[in-house]
């Protein structure tokens, strides 16, 4: 709990983060950036599933001599009444909402303890806490961890809710491009409440920045469509890009550096999807042996395959010990030994992508990876997996323009598409290689450029931030 005199010299706000390092990880990172960069003192709440052991990289990332002073950790009491209905084919998003909606059960005493902060900023998955709040007098504001392009479609949900989506090949969302019905997030239904909720803040950070956003129409069409305005959407805030800047190697991973150290510049791609992501067992065969055929070097920071789950990691991420031997093609390590390091289960991710050696990104097209590649000049291969990552990956692709995006075709047993070994190697070399692989270097390192100007005093993201701290003085 915090002082008088610190209350008193500091607006105190809190944070409510939903469980799983995607979400955990941007509002760590926001929560750092208010205390170190503008004088805010921040309790920072976290979630806990007694049915799920805690991820290994979430205690490091919480650990008190990774945090700055002003920054307090507080662990909510767990919850252990979820289990019921839940099993091995229950969506992330499900588990999801039932943790965090018990959780929320203890926030009004957590916050009374806290002596009232400020304000509370909590994810889309922990918008229950606004009725909370709201008996509390506490402003909720919301820090919406994807694009400006979800969150337009979030507000258009509940209207797309009275039509059929499956019946509609493209999904027209006011004042923005259409949608491809392909690309349009499984399960985003059933966050409608969620959705819906959006609207009852005081306002929405996003972790995004001026300079991306001129690359589309998102943001300003939520800010000037008359659709918007009969919802009385609440003020839009571009803050980004906050990522992981002080993420260092830990001396297990020393040897990732060591072997990037021996290569040549620009030469080397990182293949990595993320804090949750598997492939199927035919995918990550293909993977493989197509990056074998490309001959380019790379990482590939490798997990068990799952045939069921895309996101089967997404409670365990680095936690799971596993043997590559075991499910990757046979002697592909030993063919591949000088040409790529195969790195089991977790790799530290920024300091793989700011080293000098790394010249591209095989990604998920996951936000927070998306913004970790661009912050440090990375084009892309866009690999979605899972949520809103194929909208993530066209955006990168079509309008950003910073990645290509690989051809997959249907399964032989009439399964899920996968894409080829040979179309791996394609799209590796010509990221790699090619003129155009150039071309999206160069457009990536422009918006690496404006990323840095917008977070510095007097760019458009830290004076936009500063406005709203003033605010709760």
């Known amino acids: 709990m915090l002082s008088s005199q610190e209350v008193c010299i500091k607006p105190h706000i809190a944070f409510l983060p939903s469980p799983g390092i995607g979400h955990l990880v941007p509002l760590l990172e926001f929560a750092k950036h208010l205390v170190i960069h503008h004088n805010v003192h921040v309790s920072f709440l976290v979630m806990n599933n007694i049915d799920e052991s805690t991820p290994v990289i979430q205690d490091q990332l919480l650990s008190s001599s990774a945090l700055p002073a002003g920054l307090h950790v507080i662990n909510l009491p767990p919850v252990n009444n979820i289990s019921s209905g839940v099993d091995r084919e229950t969506s992330v998003v499900t588990k999801l909402i039932n943790t965090c909606q018990e959780s929320i059960k203890h926030l009004p005493a957590t916050l009374a303890d806290l002596s009232l902060p400020k304000a509370l900023i909590v994810d889309i998955f922990t918008t229950d806490a606004i009725s909370v709040c709201k008996e509390l007098g506490i402003p909720v504001y919301s820090f919406f961890t994807s694009t400006t392009q979800l969150l337009a479609l979030s507000f258009y949900l509940p209207k797309l809710d009275e039509e059929c989506v499956e019946q509609l090949e493209l999904i027209q969302v006011p004042g923005c491009k259409s949608i491809d019905r392909d690309d349009f997030p499984a399960n985003l239904s059933k966050m409608k409440d969620s959705m819906v909720s959006l609207t009852m803040v005081a306002g929405i950070f996003v972790n995004t920045w001026d300079d991306l956003e001129l690359k589309s129409c998102w943001l300003s069409g939520i800010n000037n469509d008359p659709f918007y305005k009969t919802l009385n959407a609440p003020p839009i805030y571009p803050v980004g890009p906050l990522i992981k800047k002080d993420e260092a190697a830990t001396e297990s ?118 913004l970790e590649s661009i912050v440090h000049g990375i084009p892309m291969i866009a690999w979605p997996l899972y949520a809103e990552q194929k909208m993530n990956a066209t955006l990168l692709t079509e309008e950003i323009a910073v990645a290509v995006k690989p051809v997959a075709v249907s399964a032989e047993a009439g399964g899920k598409k996968v894409v080829k070994r040979e179309e791996v190697a394609r799209v590796v070399t010509l990221l790699m290689e090619s003129q155009e692989g150039k071309v999206m270097k160069v457009k990536a390192n422009e918006l690496k450029e404006s990323a840095a100007k917008a977070l510095q005093s007097g760019g458009s993201s830290y004076d936009l931030l500063s406005s709203v701290v003033k605010s709760w003085n």
């Not at 490798?302 to 991420?317: G, I, M, S, T």
């Not at 799971?320 to 075991?326: E, G, T």
């Open 253 to 370: 991973d020393e040897y990732i550096v060591s072997w990037l150290n021996n290569q040549s510049p620009n030469s080397v791609l990182l293949v990595a999807l993320g804090s949750g992501g598997t492939l199927t067992s035919e995918q990550l065969i293909e993977l493989a042996l197509g990056l074998e055929m490309s001959k380019q070097k790379f990482v590939w920071v490798v997990r068990e395959p799952n045939d069921l789950n895309a996101c089967a990691a997404y409670f365990k991420v680095g936690s799971d010990k596993n043997d590559a031997l075991s499910y990757l093609p046979e002697g592909f390590v030993k063919r591949t030994s000088g040409v790529g390091l195969v790195v089991p289960s977790w790799a530290p991710q920024v300091p793989i992508l700011r080293h000098e050696a790394t010249g591209g990104f095989l990604s998920h097209c996951g936000w927070n990876s998306t």
